[in-house]
């Protein structure tokens, strides 16, 4: 899955290495930043299927968010300040917001 091809980059980048090997030691520091305000020491097999739980649930709330606010590109409080997924949980409550966070603002990728 997308979480867990994400998953491998931050382990690979935790080590200092990036696709060609180099070091990336930067981007391990900012991984590791980003790990630690989650609360988790690692992001392992265990961690990429809550993850991608997280996800799911974000992306369930983005399309309720857009069935009210069809314009809505993303979750926020702007345009969603109340959206929840399909069990009732508010977005802003979801594990792993700020690794996502991290990963749109390193990748450009979102939801």
Not at 18 to 44: L, R
Not at 70 to 98: E, F, H, N
């Amino acid at each position: 899955t997308r979480v867990e091809r994400f998953c491998e980059e931050v382990r690979a980048a935790a080590r200092g290495e990036s696709d060609d090997g180099t070091h990336a030691a930067s981007e391990a520091a900012a991984v590791e930043t980003a790990v630690q305000e989650m609360g988790k020491a690692d992001v392992g097999a265990g961690g990429a299927v809550d993850a991608q739980a997280a996800y799911d649930s974000l992306l369930q709330a983005l399309v309720n968010c857009r069935q009210k606010q069809p314009k809505a590109l993303r979750l926020s409080d702007d345009m969603c300040p109340d959206a929840t997924d399909i069990k009732g949980r508010p977005w802003r409550t979801v594990t792993y917001m700020d690794l996502f966070e991290w990963a749109e603002q390193q990748h450009s990728c979102s939801g």
